[in-house]
């Protein structure tokens, strides 16, 4: 079951600013969200991690509205280097057990183009 | 430290043929999980671990055991290969679930079914 929806795929020209939004209706009140990428034949990497409100790091920022429902990974200036898949990600509290589930989106590949 | 460890990098086996996955942490983290990643596909969760002797499944548990007897261990055994677990396999590990705790993957491991 689908926790998560983003775009399939975005393309972005050098030097450009690349927002990405993931849309999860069903966030607890608990949960952060949280941002990973992943290069071809990699695993995922952190990239950043928010609650509420806005957060920045030296990769990224990440902007969450009040009512938490969605939340826009922003990457400024973006290089080719970027290329990648950006997932978000949000805890998912199983409903049975209490235990916790990580469920990844599709993710969003981004192509920067020269 | 080493971070998250799986082996074998690449594998390929043969329809019928059971094998082991296996994936070592040494961050002393509680959560260990198992994804498989298909072509074009994003990240599937086959089974988790909250903690050593506590294991439960995923979106995609059929045809895989695994087991956590230790903190460290969490590895993943294909019990009879099919060509459809042809994949790329990425374990995973963090402190815990619940506080919007980082994820750490494996480097991946490219399993074949012939």
């Known amino acids: 079951l689908a926790k998560t929806t983003q775009p399939i795929s975005m393309d972005s020209y050098e030097g450009q600013e690349v927002n990405i939004t993931c849309s999860h209706n069903?966030?607890?009140?608990?949960?952060?969200i949280t941002w990973y990428q992943q290069f071809p034949s990699q695993g995922p990497r952190f990239i950043i991690q928010?609650?509420?409100t806005k957060v920045t790091n030296e990769v990224a920022s990440l902007f969450i509205p009040a009512d938490r429902k969605s939340s826009t990974l922003s990457l400024p200036r973006v290089s080719l280097s970027d290329t990648a898949v950006y997932y978000c990600l949000v805890g998912d509290m199983d409903s049975g057990a209490g235990s916790y589930q990580l469920t990844f989106g599709k993710g969003t590949k981004l192509s920067v183009i020269p | 430290n080493a971070g998250v460890t799986q082996t074998p990098k690449f594998q390929v086996l043969k329809t019928g043929q059971s094998m082991t996955l296996q994936c070592a942490q040494d961050?002393?983290?509680?959560?260990m999980s198992w994804y498989r990643q298909d072509p074009g596909m994003g990240l599937r969760l086959i089974h988790y671990s909250v903690g050593a002797g506590i294991t439960d499944q995923g979106e995609v548990p059929n045809g895989y055991n695994v087991s956590r007897s230790t903190t460290e261990d969490f590895p993943l055994r294909l019990l009879s290969a099919a060509p459809s677990q042809t994949s790329v396999y990425f374990c995973?590990?963090?402190?815990?679930?619940?506080?919007?705790?980082?994820?750490?993957f494996g480097e991946g491991s490219w399993l074949t079914v012939v």
């Open positions: 069903n966030i607890a009140t608990n949960d952060y």
């Open positions: 928010g609650y509420k």
């Open positions: 995973a590990s963090s402190y815990g679930t619940d506080i919007g705790n980082t994820i750490y």
């Open positions: 961050m002393n983290h509680e959560y």
